[in-house]
């Protein structure tokens, strides 16, 4: 058979289908792999079987995304997905900048309402703070 040939069926097979190239896969796969080193580590253990089990169970369910042809109910699992990982995610990336400016000559809030970052000039004392975004006004001490 020749590759070209192949490829198209390939192709023709994935028509219609999810594919399953999104954030929550790719999580999944993430997820997959850390447990696989740990079912590696823990395998003559009693978990080690537990989660050997568990890594399959998320293989089938990645490969269920990505052959599904229900690409309405994998995109909104997506959606569903972000709306709980982009909060741990701005999280970790707020505590890291602050952790970056914690002997600069900067202070990083958030804004109250829209969660913008803003940095403030240290040492002033009570200032009133505007978010350059959405024009809040608060008070902190720096």
């Not at 537990?50 to 990645?62: G, M």
């Amino acid at each position: 058979m020749e590759m070209r040939s192949l490829l198209e069926r390939i192709r023709r097979f994935m028509y219609g289908r999810y594919g399953g190239n999104d954030s929550f896969s790719m999580f999944l796969f993430v997820v997959y792999i850390v447990l696989v080193v740990l079912s590696t580590i823990f395998r003559r253990t009693v978990a080690g079987p537990f989660l050997s089990l568990f890594c399959w169970l998320i293989v089938f369910y990645y490969f269920f995304r990505c052959f599904s042809r229900n690409i309405y109910k994998r995109s909104a699992e997506n959606q569903r997905f972000l709306r709980i990982w982009n909060p741990v995610v701005n999280y970790v990336r707020f505590w890291k900048l602050r952790y970056q400016e914690r002997g600069g000559v900067k202070k990083l809030y958030r804004c109250p309402k829209c969660h913008q970052i803003i940095r403030v000039p240290r040492g002033r004392g009570k200032i009133a703070i505007t978010c350059p975004k959405c024009r809040f006004e608060f008070i902190k001490r720096t």
